[in-house]
């Protein structure tokens, strides 16, 4: 995991976010996810550097995941580091609005 992953992990699992269950590296399809709630069909993806080069496979791979009925949320390595909190209250809105 990433230093980002990492700390976003630390909020995320055993249920501290809200009594959700994520889990980390899911394989949904083809695709391994960062992470998801399979229960609210929310993945979270946690983007560094080297997705500016990788936009167009990244909107392919989103369309893919909306189409099976996920709502995908992607945050870049930086905005996790230096935004937590604004990244836990992006994450509770989406569950919300599932």
Sequence with gaps: MTDAERKLWSVLRNRQLGEYKFRRQAAI???IVDFVCFEEKLVIE??????ADNSEKDAIRTER???D???VI?????????????VIRAIEEALRTE
């Design 29 to 31: 399809g083809p695709y």
């Design 65 to 67: 995941l909306e189409a």
């Design 46 to 51: 946690i983007d560094g550097g080297q997705h």
């Design 74 to 86: 992607r945050f870049w390595n930086n905005e996790v580091l230096g935004n937590t909190d604004g």
């Design 69 to 71: 009925g996920f709502q």
